[in-house]
């Protein structure tokens, strides 16, 4: 079978055909060379209006790189028409395998894209022996082709959260789709303000936020802002994690503040080396964590004491009834505010406040998974680790949509990888 049989059942080319192939040495070592040329009565297109026309000359061979045959870097080498289009003037035609002036193909571009999801940017370019900015343009192409034609019809619920990308409180805010059968990212934007979630909605458009059911986030006063003026028709839940995070802080400041002031006064440092003891959950604690949290407790320590009002919260979580449900918090609200712990009651303080937000957990319930959001977050972190951080907005963006997006790709006839 010749290469050229191969070719055209694979990536067949309308309107051209495929001629030559012929192996050369080069630097990088043996190349695969594949001459095309057009049909006779294939006319050049414009490729500013896309309309055929005359040709006006020809110009010296140019090469496109094709997906490697058996680790053989394949070229293509074509000898570009230019076109004397009545609307543009002369101009370049446009041809099938590439677009503009790219020296790749675009089905090596989308090779290049498939694989840069598995692998990280600068593995991928060692591997097929190109360069970083190559597979960098190839997923931008990729990116920029899922959102022209992403499909944002049936969204229902939408999760809102933040990630630190950068040192100094640089932030992205990221908005996924959290509906029970599709979880995907959905817009990214800088820093963490009021007029950035406002720009999300007006990308989302007018329509497709009164169809929103559900908008789970955090207790961060820009979102609870932005969300009441755009969609306070939908069910606002906040997010149970944050809520844990802000007890688990609570507990680790009182923990440290009465470190520092046992060793003031001389006693003996009961705390040291009981810091994941206490922020832990009781299932998670080792029987051995146990027995020493039950000895801390005869001490009458403040760090234990802000635990165990955290333990004391957990059987919020298990109610089934909103009344109930804000009985139970109330009444802890009260505990809270005699026991004296300031970092708590800042926590209880800040939960009265949201209370019809963290009530809407439980009119929500079973409807959407609001833990979704902090696991599609670890993925857009860790897509930031496996590159060792992005020096620019525009590479973090390309890189989170095209791991996150769940972008659509075009139908081709066939698929390298």
Known sequence: MQVKTILNRIQKQRGFVYGTVQFMGRSRGLVLEVDIYPHARNRPRCSGCGRRGPQYDRLPPRQFEFVPLWGIAVFFLYMMRRVDCATCGVRVE?????DGKHQLTTTYQWFLARWAKRLSW?????VFDTSWDQVF???????????????????????????????GHRYLTLVYQIDVGRKRLLWIGQERRVKTL???????????????????????????KVVAKKAGHALHVLDRFHIAQHMGDAIDHV???????????????????ARWILLKRHEHRTPDERMRLADLVRHNLRAVRATLLREAFEPFWTYRSVDWAGAFLDE????????????????ARMLRRHRPLLLNWFRARGQISAASVEGLNNKAKLTTRKAYGFRSYRCIEIALYHTLGQLPQPKVTHRFC
């Not at 446009?94 to 590439?98: F, L, N, R």
């Not at 939408?158 to 040192?167: F, H, L």
């Not at 406002?198 to 009164?210: E, K, M, P, V």
Request: glycine residues 4%; positive net charge.
């Open 94 to 98: 446009q041809v099938p395998w590439a």
């Open 122 to 126: 600068r593995e991928v370019a060692q």
């Open 137 to 167: 343009r190839a997923v931008a192409m990729a990116v920029a082709w899922g959102r022209a034609h992403v499909d944002l019809r049936g969204i229902e619920a939408i999760g809102i959260d933040e990630i630190q990308w950068q040192r």
């Open 198 to 224: 406002l720009a999300f909605f007006r990308w989302f458009g007018r329509d497709r936020t009164t169809a929103l059911r559900f908008i789970c986030s955090d207790m961060w006063k820009p979102y609870l």
């Open 255 to 273: 923990r440290r503040s009465e470190v520092h002031d046992l060793r003031r006064r001389g006693r003996q440092p009961w705390l040291t080396k």
């Open 332 to 347: 802890w609200c009260v505990q809270v505010m005699r026991s004296q712990i300031e970092p708590m009651q800042k926590v």
